[in-house]
T-cell receptor
Framework: GNSVTQMEGPVTLSEEAFLTINCTYTATGYPSLFWYVQYPGEGLQLLLKATKADDKGSNKGFEATYRKETTSFHLEKGSVQVSDSAVYFCALRTNSGGSNYKLTFGKGTLLTVNP | NAGVTQTPKFQVLKTGQSMTLQCAQDMNHEYMSWYRQDPGMGLRLIHYSVGAGITDQGEVPNGYNVSRSTTEDFPLRLLSAAPSQTSVYFC?????????????FGQGTRLTVV
């Protein structure tokens, strides 16, 4: 089956620090990979995605590269801001039919950025 | 454009009570799903629907029922609430079922069962 493993949090950084949140996956078939972000009190929003090997997704200064050889999709940002404080979820979806239409999520990583 | 709307935002139930969590989307999406979010567990799929009149079970369907009579609405029913159903519930929709399709989420319903 499909699974996503992301680094345990919480992660606490100072403003302008470099961020990496690790994500690795196992999947049957060829997955698309996603990072979703959940700000306090809100639902999840798509942050970025990549649909094939070596694709780089990017948005709001965040980046992640689809690495098939290491089955990874690590999230990075060069300089975090207080407003980036949120929970970040790595997720995948395959297209193998049936309930494989579903998104498989990691457990989430809480990021807190201090001024 | 409202997107995905969930009601209520908060709810407290007594053990054994029943209730319906509402979910509506105005994007004409065919695919809708319900997830529950528990600390340290990520999001787990409860039920999903690939179109009006078609529903199926996800990972954790026990204690929940769904129906899909229209494209817009996908209510989740708790038949007899239990403390183990205390959670945050999210409804999501997407315009297709392809692997690269983005899912749009509602703001969630925080349910406490006492």
């Amino acid at each position: 089956g499909n699974s996503v493993t992301q680094m345990e949090g919480p992660v606490t950084l100072s403003e302008e620090a470099f961020l990496t949140i690790n994500c690795t996956y196992t999947a049957t078939g060829y997955p698309s990979l996603f990072w979703y972000v959940q700000y306090p009190g809100e639902g999840l929003q798509l942050l970025l995605k990549a649909t094939k090997a070596d694709d780089k997704g990017s948005n709001k200064g965040f980046e992640a590269t689809y690495r098939k050889e290491t089955t990874s999709f690590h999230l990075e940002k060069g300089s975090v801001q207080v407003s980036d404080s949120a929970v970040y979820f790595c997720a995948l979806r395959t297209n193998s039919g049936g309930s494989n239409y579903k998104l498989t999520f990691g457990k989430g990583t809480l990021l807190t950025v201090n001024p | 454009n409202a997107g995905v709307t969930q009601t209520p935002k908060f709810q407290v139930l007594k053990t054994g009570q029943s209730m319906t969590l509402q979910c509506a989307q105005d994007m004409n999406h065919e695919y809708m799903s319900w997830y529950r979010q528990d600390p340290g567990m990520g999001l787990r799929l409860i039920h999903y629907s690939v179109g009006a009149g078609i529903t199926d079970q996800g990972e954790v369907p026990n204690g929940y029922n769904v129906s899909r009579s229209t494209t817009e609405d996908f209510p989740l029913r708790l038949l007899s609430a239990a403390p183990s159903q205390t959670s945050v519930y999210f409804c999501a929709s997407s315009y297709g079922t392809g692997s690269s399709t983005e899912a749009f989420f509602g703001q969630g319903t925080r349910l406490t069962v006492v």
